[in-house]
């Protein structure tokens, strides 16, 4: 297809509540990343899965943020009992490989607002 | 300090204009160094990407890192209105494992 894609777009909750944030990549991408991106600073490493296998989850801030891709493709970031300090863009990169010199292409976010 | 730092700007540029954008790091350990853009309420785009010391050139863009110093800056030559955008630079230690440390981005308006 085009290229990586998140849903929704926006999101807006209320504090404690549990939001569920999804990633397409570009098909045939094994290595999938999430990123945080708050107002004027730059992406923030959460966690990348090497196809099915979180790889490296220590960009994670606690155990309230969880991610999965159970079929090496699609991934999903879950956040529990969240916080306003959890609002920010939630980005999400795919890479044909997890070599850093691979390209990463981003989508285009999700708008995580928690009131 | 961060591990990276970038004047936030904003830079404002007359069109046609040299840009010079630059960062500043603290981990001498990092080889691997990118620049991307990023346009409002998109997500960032690679634009380059250099391995150790030296000069990249491509295009319009130009790519320096000195290790010794702990600097990378990106020129952009004959800027266009198009340009405008966040620039963020990232950097990583090795080409697996650990991942990308970014700058927080300069954001830059070349004017027509």
């Known amino acids: 297809g085009a290229g990586v894609s998140q849903t929704p777009s926006n999101k807006v909750t209320e504090k404690g509540k549990y939001v569920e944030l999804r990633c397409d990549p570009i098909s045939g991408h094994t290595a999938l990343y999430w990123y945080r991106q708050s107002l004027g600073q730059g992406p923030e490493f959460l966690i990348y899965?090497?196809?099915?296998?979180?790889?490296?989850d220590s960009g994670l801030p606690n155990d309230r943020f969880f991610a999965v891709r159970p079929e090496g493709s699609v991934s999903t970031l879950k956040i529990q009992r969240t916080e306003r300090g959890d609002s920010a863009v939630y980005l999400c990169?795919?890479?044909?490989?997890?070599?850093?010199?691979?390209?990463?292409?981003f989508g285009p976010g999700t708008r995580l607002t928690v009131l | 300090q961060k591990e990276v730092e970038q004047d936030p700007g904003p830079l404002s540029v007359p069109e046609g204009a040299i840009v010079s954008l630059n960062c500043t790091y603290s981990n001498s350990a990092f080889q691997y160094f990118m620049w991307y853009r990023q346009y409002s309420r998109k997500g960032p785009e690679l634009l380059m990407y250099t391995y150790s010391s030296g000069n990249k050139e491509d295009g319009r863009f130009t790519a320096q890192v000195d290790k010794s110093s702990k600097y990378i800056s990106l020129f952009i030559r004959d800027s266009q209105p198009s340009d405008s955008a966040t620039y963020l630079c990232a950097m990583s230690v090795d080409n697996y494992g650990q991942n990308f440390v970014f700058g927080p981005g300069t954001r830059l308006s070349v004017l027509p």
């Open positions: 990169a795919s890479s044909l490989t997890d070599r850093k010199t691979d390209t990463q292409y």
């Open positions: 899965f090497q196809g099915t296998g979180a790889a490296d």
